[in-house]
């Protein structure tokens, strides 16, 4: 969306947990940025029966509880929430899309110009069929030049339903109006895994199996399930974090250099690590995989109270090719864990001879680079220094990078951007 062209945005699914703590928060980071357009509505559609004011306030709690802003600004928060419409629809009735038609028809007339419409299905995966279907139905995607889908994982529920799903909106869309995204790669420190790797000489030519001893990557979350247990409960932890969230991980932190910034470039290099994933035969499944539950997740609203449904997965893979051969990938999620965080861990090899005294054996460890994604975004770098003082002790300490410390405002309102602060 550019400023300088009006857009729609419909919303599908805005009561639930996703518009509430993703896209809404980031959508009123993008208004303080400016970088929303100048003419922009927001037409927000769900099932549940609720006033304009009473949805307007769940924004407004979601916004300040999740927004890297913080709390909000009252002037500010007033001026984006004008543009914010509720309607409770069912997203099965056909006459639901020719009142979203009509809703597009007169937002146009009003502005006295043609707008992009963008269709964000923000539901559960059930929906996404009939809602395209529907879409189709009413001729709201036949503008291929205006009319954008956005797709939110899991994308179906295994191969045969993702293929389906695909034939679907090959059907009912081009492939230029439709986006398939994951909001973790929209991180910043996801994004800087990039940056870290090719726009500096320092880390690519150790990026390997001859220095590289493993390598970890870890979302843990200290919430349970909240109020998604409808969904979680045919999803569990391998569909909703580990096929999505932890593979786009895998594969930027195993990809191959691209040629260039290109977004199918990018695709591409991440899509060869996938094929490159060794297969794991029925029968060893046991030795490289963990699905836990934690104890109360049974009681939870919505959930069977037999589920055998996972909420901690853990995978050990690993990646055949001429870079990665012999390197153990640990991938692990879960709720309800001790801490929130997500992070990814490179441990490097130890060094092949250690010529110092015996006595620095214990506090000897190896090298260790970590990227945390959150709660605090910032790039660290283990390695190891002598103690000061008249014996050779040896003990490990750190390089940090910080985003907030970089990148960010102090209180004082002057822009910090000292690469120096490592230390």
Known sequence: MTPSKPAILIILGSAGDLTHRKLLPALYNLFLDQRLPEK?????????????????????????????????EEARWDHFARLIKYKALDFTEANSYSQMAEFIKTQEEIWNEPADHIFYLAVAPTFIEPILNHLAETRLLSDHGRNRIVIEK???????????LNETLSRVA???????????????TVQ???????ANSLFEPLWNRTYIDHIQITVAEQIGIEQRGAYYDHAGALRDMLENHLFQLLGMVAMEPPTSFDQD???????????????????????????GQYSDYRHELDVHPQSGTETFAALKLFVDNWRWQGVPFYLRTG??????????????????????PPSTTDTCLPNLLRIRIQPD???????????????????????????????????????????????
Do not use: C, W
């Open 377 to 423: 975004e910032e790039i660290t770098l283990q390695f190891q220094a002598k103690e000061p003082g008249t014996s050779f002790e040896l003990k490990p300490v750190q390089m940090k990078f910080s985003y907030k410390d970089s990148f960010f405002k102090t209180e004082s309102g002057s822009l910090r951007n000292s690469f120096a602060r490592y230390f």
């Open 192 to 198: 800087n895994i990039l940056a870290l790797r090719f």
């Open 265 to 291: 470039e990018i695709r591409n290099k991440k899509v060869d690590v996938l094929h490159a994933i060794r297969s794991i035969p029925r029968d060893q499944v046991a030795e490289v995989a963990v699905r």
């Open 40 to 72: 922009l509505a927001i037409l927000a559609l769900d099932r549940k029966s609720m006033k304009e004011e009473q949805f307007h306030n769940s924004l407004l709690e979601g916004v300040n509880e999740f927004s890297r802003r913080g709390k909000v």
């Open 154 to 164: 899991p994308f179906g529920r295994d191969l045969k339903s993702a293929i389906h």
């Open 174 to 188: 081009d492939e230029s109006q439709i986006f398939r995204i994951d909001h973790f790669l929209g991180k910043e």
């Open 335 to 356: 709720k309800r864990m001790a801490q929130r965080m997500a992070e990814i861990s490179i441990q490097f090899k130890s060094v092949p001879h250690r010529s110092f």
